[in-house]
Structures are given as structure tokens and as C-alpha cells.
């Protein structure tokens, strides 16, 4: 069975730039979770999104958006880039919101 | 919210040791995991324990939810263990908070 999967591996993205982010969770999960992890830090919580709800947010600007598509996967949009969104980006799946979470590859996002 | 902190930081141990790893977390939870992280950045699952002991192989896990710590143990360190380890743990239904992660080392 296929794991998590995220596109694309690495972009670098210019100052104020938009970005969307993208994560196909594993078959049968129902629940997509994405964290953002900079360098010598885990991984932060940012959203979680079940069933095509929002059900959590972390703590992050209004920027940084999301949502989940009917086959459950689902896309990160950051607007107005930062220097300091330079990170990887983590997506999770699980098969619901309390359960055991599977992490895909990540997509690291420079911005210069 | 919850804090999780583990410790030691940073461990350096020659091939064939023995090491443990510890989380400690300032609430009650009801999930936890332990991941290894490669340096490719991929967040590999190593236990989910939010209670009890459990083993795969050189690694085994426990968690004592009631005094709220969990421990991670690796015998016989190979140079593949190499990489950051961390505590997640959840509360609630929707989110983990990772701990600030063990960075080991394996020397040959």
C-alpha cells in the first residue's frame, strides 16, 4: 500500500509569493494533518482537517490556509511569503482524528 | 497547554550500546508516539503507546501514562539508528505536540 505522499519535494519561493502545498493521505484515511517543522525545532501543528472539516488550528497566521477534497487529500496555501516560512512541511493521515498518524516525506520550501 | 521535554538533548554512543530516551509530558494524554527522523527529513513510526510496553526487534517502549513519562529504549545501537528522535503526544482529538527531540549519534 501506498504511504503518505506530498508534492513537491523541495520549491523556493520568493517574498511576498503564494504557495500551495499538496498531500494525498493513505488509502482509507479520512483525516490530513499538516505540521511545520524549522530547522533544530519539531515539527509545529498547523491544521487538521477530517471528513472535509476543519477540526483544529494551530497557531499561525491567517496566511496559512487549508482545506480537504472529497477523495481526502489536501492542500496547504501560504500567501504573502515570509523569510521565516522557510521550513519543511509536514502532512500527517490517520484513519481519524484520535488515532495513530502517518507522516509523508515533507515538502521543503525555501524563501529567499 | 501540554509541555514535552526530552532528554538528553544530544548522545553519542559507540556501535553496540545500549541507550534510553526519555518524554516527559506536563498533562494527561491519550495518544503518544515515538518517531525517528531520518536526515532526509521522513518522520518514520516507531511506537504508538499512549499506555503499557511494547518491542519491535532492538527497540522497545514504555509509557507510564499515571506519572506521565515514556521511555525509549535501544539496545544493541547500529550506525542506521543515527538521526533525531521525538515524543509526540495528544490530547485532544486533533493535534500532537512534538517534543524538542533526542539528536543521536553512532559511532562506528
Known amino acids: 500500500d501506498a504511504g503518505v505522499t506530498q508534492s513537491p519535494t523541495h520549491l523556493i519561493k520568493t517574498r511576498g509569493q503564494q504557495v500551495t502545498l499538496r498531500c494525498s493521505p493513505i488509502?482509507?484515511?479520512?483525516?490530513v494533518s499538516w505540521y511545520q517543522q524549522v530547522l533544530g525545532q519539531g515539527p509545529q501543528f498547523i491544521f487538521q482537517?477530517?471528513?472535509?472539516?476543519?477540526?483544529g488550528r494551530g497557531n499561525f497566521p491567517d496566511r496559512f490556509s487549508a482545506r480537504q477534497f472529497p477523495n481526502y487529500s489536501s492542500e496547504l496555501n501560504v500567501n504573502a511569503l515570509l523569510l521565516g516560512d522557510s521550513a519543511l512541511y509536514l502532512c500527517?493521515?490517520?484513519?481519524?482524528?484520535?488515532?495513530?498518524?502517518?507522516f509523508g516525506p515533507g515538502t521543503r520550501l525555501t524563501v529567499t | 497547554g501540554i509541555q514535552v521535554e526530552q532528554s538528553p538533548p544530544d548522545l553519542i554512543l559507540q556501535e553496540g550500546a545500549n541507550s534510553t530516551l526519555r518524554c516527559n509530558f506536563s498533562?494527561?494524554?491519550?495518544?503518544l508516539q515515538w518517531f525517528h527522523q531520518n536526515p532526509w527529513g521522513q518522520l518514520i513510526n516507531l511506537f504508538y503507546?499512549?499506555?503499557g510496553t511494547k518491542q519491535n526487534g532492538r527497540l522497545s517502549a514504555t509509557t507510564v501514562a499515571t506519572e506521565r513519562y515514556s521511555l525509549l529504549y535501544i539496545s544493541s545501537s547500529q550506525t542506521t539508528d543515527s538521526g533525531v528522535y521525538f515524543c509526540?503526544?495528544?490530547?485532544?482529538?486533533?493535534?500532537?505536540?512534538f517534543g524538542t527531540g533526542t539528536r543521536l549519534k553512532v559511532l562506528a
Open positions: 482537517y477530517y471528513e472535509k472539516e476543519e477540526r
Open positions: 498533562d494527561s494524554v491519550n495518544n
Open positions: 500527517a493521515s490517520s484513519p481519524g482524528t484520535n488515532y495513530e498518524q502517518y
Open positions: 503507546i499512549p499506555s
Open positions: 509526540a503526544v495528544g490530547s485532544g482529538t486533533y493535534k500532537y505536540i
Open positions: 488509502s482509507g484515511h479520512k483525516s
